[in-house]
């Protein structure tokens, strides 16, 4: 059964910084895509960033590139996102999922999610 963890949300300034945490048990497929999403109050989940197994790929929003850095340790199935120069419009509810296709924001093709965790930018 896999299982899929997030955590490191919490209550940060703007500009501040926050590295949450995506624990996969579980799976055991050779090639696998990690999925960051979030989803504030009122609004849709997105697509933050995603980071592919097999290559290192990686996509981001465009509203986090050059904020946020994803990245794994695959020998620990934990796999993190790093989020730099936070800004109120950055809070909401953050998502890890797994996916075995390929890198996307698309919700469609992750197949198994977490319970999220909040993650609060304000002063």
């Known amino acids: 059964q896999v299982q899929v963890v997030e955590s490191g949300g919490g209550l940060v300034q703007p500009g501040g910084s926050l590295r949450l945490s995506c624990e996969v048990s579980?799976?055991?497929?050779?090639?696998?895509?990690i999925g960051w999403f979030r989803q504030a109050p009122g609004k849709e989940r997105e697509g933050v960033s995603c980071i592919a197994s097999s290559d290192g790929s990686t996509y981001y929003a465009d509203s986090v590139k050059g904020r946020f850095t994803v990245s794994g340790d695959n020998a620990k199935n934990t796999f993190y996102l790093q989020m730099n120069s936070l800004k109120p419009e950055d809070t909401a509810v953050y998502y890890c999922?797994?996916?075995?296709?390929?890198?996307?924001?698309?919700?469609?093709?992750?197949?198994?999610w977490g319970q999220g965790t909040q993650v609060t930018v304000s002063s």
């Open positions: 579980g799976f055991t497929a050779d090639h696998y895509v």
């Open positions: 999922a797994t996916s075995i296709t390929y890198c996307s924001s698309a919700l469609q093709f992750y197949d198994y």
